[in-house]
């Protein structure tokens, strides 16, 4: 079993940046895919990035391609979300999660963070 707490959300202006941890409690295996996720208020849950065990393949949504990159330290257990080049439209509680998955899921995880919530001003 994978607890998972986000840290690092807050209030930022467009085009700026923020970088999103994710601490895994799992200190006795990494063998699982991490996946960021958000949800904007009155809109569905949807995929962000994901990133496999090793760390060696991603895989992002449309929308935040080439602004956001994913990534994780299996020795600090901890996943992170580096977003550049905020939009408003970014505003949403983004969650990660995490399944004993050794591929890079976009959906199907088992284990969820409380969520960290970010807005984004224009």
């Known amino acids: 079993q994978v607890q998972l707490v986000e840290s690092g959300g807050g209030l930022v202006q467009a085009g700026g940046s923020l970088r999103l941890s994710c601490a895994a409690s799992?200190?006795?295996?990494?063998?699982?895919?991490v996946g960021w996720f958000r949800q904007a208020l009155e809109k569905e849950r949807e995929f962000v990035a994901a990133?496999?065990?090793?760390?060696?393949?991603?895989t992002y949504a449309d929308s935040v391609k080439g602004r956001f990159t994913i990534s994780r330290d299996n020795a600090k257990n901890t996943g992170y979300l580096q977003m550049i080049s905020l939009l408003p439209e970014d505003t949403a509680v983004y969650y990660c999660?995490?399944?004993?998955?050794?591929?890079?899921?976009?959906?199907?995880?088992?284990?969820w963070g409380q969520g960290t919530q970010v807005t984004v001003s224009s």
């Open positions: 999660a995490a399944d004993y998955d050794l591929g890079c899921p976009k959906s199907g995880y088992l284990y």
């Open positions: 799992d200190r006795t295996s990494s063998r699982y895919a």
């Open positions: 990133i496999n065990w090793r760390g060696d393949i991603t």
